[in-house]
């Protein structure tokens, strides 16, 4: 799937796609793992999604993106599966004509994927206990 | 009107339930309804439960809203990407 991927995430490879002349800046972030959480040493994550809804919402973030900062160019992909410490789970880039609607959307972009995207994390520590992550107040999902 | 649904759950939600299950209800009746039928199977769920939400055909629906026959469910907990 095109923003859904269960192998290594090139970004380097991605952010060559963005040359634009169009475009005065191009703002590439990637989410990494990190060593340690809540003062436990972290081993690595898993990745888990519910991949064709995944796909599907991050597709309309990108076009919601797209439309209200009149970006050149948006990609959002994220990994599923296991990602070591410093691999990259997730990255965006986004390019537009000045740098102010780049930073915008791109941080736009990864806030709604985070939160609002079926993808599950699952931390694996040192001492060999494992937990499903949360990012977000629960109470925003909540439905009536 | 009998119908069995077929469940389908996620991450977290799997320390309870198996990843795929079937349901049966009686409709008419709401989505709500499952919720509440899976925590008097596991109270332990409780909580996990109330942080879930339902997708149907890779789309949220509320609570409130009537279960459609033979649906297939999607049981979401909080988003943990990123």
């Given at each position: 799937?095109?923003?859904?991927?269960?192998?290594?995430?090139?970004?380097i490879e991605l952010f060559g796609q963005f040359r634009n002349p169009n475009s005065g800046a191009v703002v590439l972030f990637s989410g990494e793992v990190r060593a340690s959480n809540k003062g436990k040493e972290v081993t690595h994550l898993e990745y888990e999604a519910y991949a064709p809804m995944a796909n599907k919402l991050i597709a309309e973030i990108l076009t919601e993106a797209t439309k209200k900062w009149k970006l050149n160019d948006a990609l959002c992909v994220h990994r599923t599966g296991r990602v070591e410490i410093s691999g990259c789970a997730v990255v965006v880039i986004t390019g537009a004509a000045h740098r102010k609607e780049a930073y915008a959307a791109n941080q736009f972009i990864i806030d709604r994927v985070k939160n609002e995207v079926p993808i599950w994390k699952h931390e694996f520590y040192a001492d060999g206990t494992s937990e499903w992550g949360q990012n977000?107040?629960?109470a925003t999902h909540k439905q009536n | 009107?009998?119908?069995?649904?077929?469940i389908t759950c996620f991450a977290g939600l799997r320390k309870f339930f198996e990843t795929q299950f079937e349901m049966e209800l009686e409709l008419p009746t709401s989505y709500a309804s499952i919720?509440?039928?899976l925590k008097e199977q596991k109270p332990e769920?409780?909580?996990?439960?109330?942080?879930?939400?339902i997708a149907v055909n890779e789309q949220f629906v509320q609570l409130s809203e009537q279960?459609?026959?033979?649906?297939?469910i999607y049981l979401i907990p909080p988003s943990s990407g990123g």
């Open positions: 799937m095109k923003h859904i991927q269960d192998t290594e995430i090139n970004y977000c107040d629960c | 009107m009998n119908t069995e649904i077929k919720i509440e039928k769920a409780e909580e996990a439960l109330n942080n879930c939400r279960i459609g026959s033979g649906e297939r």
